[in-house]
């Protein structure tokens, strides 16, 4: 059975930092390509930020450049996004997502409510 188990999100001040977590398993893990993904309260899902495997290249939406990093550990089969300098139009609930071929893999997702 497949999982994509998000952590790390909460409310943080504008300005702060968070990193989320997702931890896979079920699936061959270094096989993926992994990405990140936001829904906002009223908006539709936006793809924020997606990694390679084994290479680990990276790619993001605009709006984040910069500011958030992915990350991998194969070895533990989890991926990482670390948010910094948060806006509050990064408020989301943020879904993690592995991609190969025809397989198509989403976790539940974590909040992150950026707020002072």
């Known amino acids: 059975q497949v999982q994509l188990v998000e952590s790390g999100g909460g409310l943080v001040q504008p300005g702060g930092s968070l990193r989320l977590s997702c931890a896979a398993s079920?699936?061959?893990?270094?096989?993926?390509?992994m990405n990140w993904y936001r829904q906002a309260p009223g908006k539709e899902r936006e793809w924020v930020a997606g990694?390679?495997?084994?290479?680990?290249?990276?790619n993001y939406k605009e709006s984040v450049k910069g500011r958030f990093t992915i990350f991998r550990d194969n070895a533990k089969s989890a991926v990482y996004l670390q948010m910094n300098v948060l806006k509050p139009e990064d408020t989301a609930v943020y879904y993690c997502?592995?991609?190969?071929?025809?397989?198509?893999?989403w976790g539940r997702g974590t909040h992150v409510t950026v707020s002072s």
């Open positions: 990694i390679s495997s084994p290479v680990g290249n990276t």
């Open positions: 079920g699936i061959t893990f270094s096989s993926y390509f």
């Open positions: 997502n592995a991609r190969y071929l025809t397989n198509d893999y």
